[in-house]
T-cell receptor
């Protein structure tokens, strides 16, 4: 069964600090891995999409890494801001077209002043 | 562009009632999807469509129906609401792509069945 596990479930950090969120997946076949940001009461918004051959991808202060051998990904947030408070969802696509997705349960991040 | 829009934002149903959740997109995307999100759980795919007139079941289709008569609209129908259908429903759309393209999500509909 395809699964995406994220850790930690929740995290509190102070504004300006860095943090790293983890994602482990058992999805086959693998097409791509995505990270989404979901603000409370809103729909998810894409941060990065990585294919099998990509090890790292950045989007501003967000940097995602992918190790396809160990089936692990991480999302690093640099110099956190209050607006980074949200849920971060790891998502893996498992079909050739890359549009059938398995979602993790998310990490809820709270950034405090 | 408005992107993906959903109505209503909130709804409370009694057991056995029916309703239609509306979804529309103005990005001319071929692919559209319906997901449900339960607290602490990952989104689950209910139904999807690769174009007008074509729909297919996702992971959790029981109790739901869809239609796709136009590229823009993809309504989700609940015929006999049950408490297990209490959830937040998200519609999404995307272009087709060989490695998958970004899915754009609507703001969601929060449904409570009592």
């Amino acid at each position: 069964k395809n699964q995406v596990e994220q850790s930690p479930q929740s995290l509190i950090i102070l504004e300006g600090k860095n943090c790293t969120l983890q994602c482990n997946y058992t999805v086959s076949p693998f097409s791509n891995l995505r990270w989404y940001k979901q603000d409370t009461g809103r729909g998810p918004v894409s941060l990065t999409i990585m294919t099998f051959s990509e090890n790292t991808k950045s989007n501003g202060r967000y940097t995602a890494t992918l190790d396809a051998d160990t089936k692990q990904s991480s999302l690093h947030i640099t110099a956190s801001q209050l607006s980074d408070s949200a849920s971060y969802i790891c998502v893996v696509a498992f079909n050739n077209a890359g549009n059938m997705l398995t979602f993790g349960g998310g990490t809820r991040l709270m950034v405090k002043p | 562009n408005a992107g993906v829009t959903q109505t209503p934002k909130f709804r409370i149903l009694k057991i056995g009632q029916s309703m239609t959740l509306q979804c529309a997109q103005d990005m001319n995307h071929n692919y559209m999807y319906w997901y449900r999100q339960d607290p602490g759980m990952g989104l689950k795919l209910i139904y999807y469509s690769v174009g007008a007139g074509i729909t297919d079941k996702g992971e959790v289709p029981n109790g739901y129906n869809v239609s796709r008569s136009t590229t823009e609209d993809f309504p989700l129908r609940l015929e006999l609401a049950a408490p297990s259908q209490t959830s937040v429903y998200f519609c999404a759309s995307s272009y087709p792509g060989t490695q998958g393209s970004e899915q754009f999500f609507g703001p969601g509909t929060r449904l409570t069945v009592l």
